[in-house]
Nanobody, 120 residues
């Protein structure tokens, strides 16, 4: 069974930083491109960033480019998102998702994810 367990969210002031993590299991992580997506209150899913299986290539949404850095540790089956200079607009539930670098990401299962709240 595919499992993606996010952690690291919390409440942070505007301009602060957070590091999100996702523990993956149930599939060959090192062969799978991965993504972070988020959902702001009352809005739909928004793609944030993706990384190729080897970790050497990344993509990011314009809204987070230069502030968020996606990375992965294939030895530990972990995906990370380092977030700097957080803005109130970054508030939402963050999910890790399979794929998204070469094709559409796989919709995350609701009820999981990690909440990020940026206060002004």
């Amino acid at each position: 069974e595919v499992q993606l367990v996010e952690s690291g969210g919390g409440l942070v002031h505007r301009g602060g930083s957070l590091r999100l993590s996702c523990a993956a299991s149930g599939f060959t992580f090192s062969s799978t491109d991965m993504s972070w997506v988020r959902q702001a209150p009352g809005k739909g899913l928004e793609w944030v960033s993706s990384i190729n299986p080897g970790g050497g290539y990344t993509r990011a949404a314009e809204s987070v480019k230069g502030r968020f850095l996606i990375s992965r540790d294939n030895a530990k089956n972990m995906l990370h998102l380092q977030m700097y200079s957080l803005e109130t607009e970054d508030t939402g539930v963050y999910y890790c998702a399979r794929r998204g670098y070469f094709s559409d990401y796989e919709a995350p299962r609701r009820g999981q994810g990690t909440q990020v709240t940026v206060s002004s």
